[in-house]
T-cell receptor, first 111, second 115 residues
Framework: GQQVMQIPQYQHVQEGEDFTTYCNSS?????IQWYKQRPGGHPVFLIQ???SGEVKKQKRLTFQFGEAKKNSSLHITATQTTDVGTYFC???????????WGAGTKLIIKP | ETGVTQTPRHLVMGMTNKKSLKCEQH?????MYWYKQSAKKPLELMFV???????ENNSVPSRFSPECPNSSHLFLHLHTLQPEDSALYLC??????????????FGPGTRLTVL
């Protein structure tokens, strides 16, 4: 079936270090969306990428969509404690409006 | 954020109980979803309703029964659950407007524990 693989499952960083999570789809995506879930919270929409090769920035967050529209990444520069949480990608398939979710990457800031 | 509300926020039930989860969206959206989120697993889509019609049932056991009386309300009726059904149940809605790539708005979830 259609899958979106997301790695790594966890990433431990020191505050101030960078963080990256990657998503790869088995099929071409119409778009890819990124969500953040804080501990104890619910997923909150961050951004959507639609075009092949698209790059979008939100302050310290950089989102990329691959040329083949099968992979995407989220990079956070100089992490802060407010960045803690789980980051999910979700790919929209061509056939319907349903999202196929990645398993999430949990960002943990080392004390 | 109060666009999507869920009640109750926490629920503990025995395996023989019957309970219902409620979701309400105040965003004027046309699609609503139930997800199950267990520890160390991806979000699992359970049910999808578009314009009050169920369009997806991802092989969910019959002990979970959804109901969508109108485009603003969604229920999940629970009956004879198993301990492995303990999880966070998330409701979401999306606009579902033709030509618009849907973004999902989540409620806070119901933390369900089955004893």
């Amino acid at each position: 079936g259609q899958q979106v693989m997301q790695i790594p499952q966890y990433q431990h960083v020191q505050e101030g270090e960078d963080f990256t999570t990657y998503c790869n789809s088995s099929t071409t995506l119409s778009n890819i969306q990124w969500y953040k879930q804080r501990p104890g919270g619910h997923p909150v929409f961050l951004i959507q990428l639609v075009k092949s090769g698209e790059v979008k920035k939100q302050k310290r967050l950089t989102f990329q969509f691959g040329e083949a529209k099968k992979n995407s990444s989220l990079h956070i520069t100089a992490t802060q404690t407010t960045d803690v949480g789980t980051y999910f990608c979700a790919g929209l398939m061509d056939s319907n409006y349903q999202l196929i979710w990645g398993a999430g990457t949990k960002l943990i800031i080392k004390p | 954020e109060t666009g999507v509300t869920q009640t109750p926020r926490h629920l503990v039930m025995g395996m023989t109980n019957k309970k219902s989860l409620k979701c309400e969206q105040h965003l004027g959206h046309n699609a609503m979803y139930w997800y199950k989120q267990s520890a160390k697993k991806p979000l699992e889509l359970m049910f999808v309703y578009n314009f009050k019609e169920q369009t997806e049932n991802n092989s969910v056991p019959s002990r979970f029964s959804p109901e969508c009386p109108n485009s603003s309300h969604l229920f999940l009726h629970l009956h004879t659950l198993q301990p492995e059904d303990s999880a966070l149940y998330l409701c979401a809605s999306s606009p579902l407007v033709a030509g618009y790539t849907d973004t999902q708005y989540f409620g806070p979830g119901t933390r369900l524990t089955v004893l």
